[in-house]
């Protein structure tokens, strides 16, 4: 496996949300701050990884005809451990994001990479495409979650002490002190703007990038034509 191209593809040309326009429903329900956005990217790529690795060990032990309830129970089973986990240790986390947690299941990215890839690869490059796709979808949750807090509200990472522990208090930030907010970016209404701005401007960025890739191509073709023989 190229390991450089699948991170350039899983972070950026096919991002689960950017690129192929999946995992919408956990991205706009948990991104009402930034520090929601990053507790749930983290317990989905941890999810990824743990998921693609199981998948791929036992790859040859799942038969075709039950490979899929089979991924489910084993994506169910990873997510059961991790929510449990929440709960115990990140118990203020846990009350913020048990809701969602459990519908991770549900994610059909994480089906989609057990099938597409983790079914047909070794564990160590199953776990690594977990990790990058885990940490697109982690950057997208905190871009669209910081994009909405601070449009928002003026903050940025809000509580990140009181839900990630006092260790990531100093993330939290007032932008914009005596702001008082922008009422439909934290609503759910705001979300889907928010990220109709955020697909708009990659699409953008990867225009400009192919016209500049187009004018360097021709210049080589006229360059290379000017050169005597």
């Given amino acids: 496996m190229d390991y450089g191209d699948n991170a350039r593809k899983a972070l950026w040309s096919n991002n689960i949300v950017l690129g192929q326009t ?3 429903c956990p991205l706009l329900a948990v991104t009402g701050t930034a520090t929601n956005g990053l507790g749930m990217g983290l317990a989905t790529t941890a999810v990824l990884v743990l998921s693609g690795a199981l998948v791929s060990a036992l790859r040859n032990l799942i ?3 039950v490979r899929i309830p089979a991924f489910v129970l084993i994506i169910a089973s990873v997510v059961t451990l991790l929510d449990m986990a929440l709960n115990a240790w990140m118990h203020e986390l846990y009350k913020v994001l048990g809701l969602f947690v459990p519908l991770i299941v549900t994610n059909c990215a994480l ?3 057990a099938e597409t890839f983790a079914s047909k690869n070794p564990v160590a490059e199953s776990m690594f495409d977990g990790l990058m796709i885990g940490t697109g979808f982690l950057l997208v949750l905190v871009a669209l979650g910081a994009t909405r807090e601070i449009i928002g509200s003026g903050t940025l990472f809000a509580n990140a002490g009181l839900l990630l522990g006092e260790r990531f208090a100093f993330l939290e930030t007032t932008l ?4 008082r907010g922008f009422l439909l970016l934290v609503l759910p209404a705001g979300g889907f703007i928010a990220l109709a701005f955020l697909m708009a401007a990659k699409r953008a960025i990867d225009r400009r990038v192919q016209r ?10 006229a360059t290379a034509g000017a050169r005597p023989a």
């Fill in 22 to 24: 999946l995992a919408l």
């Fill in 63 to 65: 038969t075709p005809e």
């Fill in 111 to 113: 089906l989609g990479r």
């Fill in 176 to 179: 914009i002190p005596g702001y």
């Fill in 212 to 221: 500049r890739r187009g004018a360097h191509s021709r210049l080589d073709v």
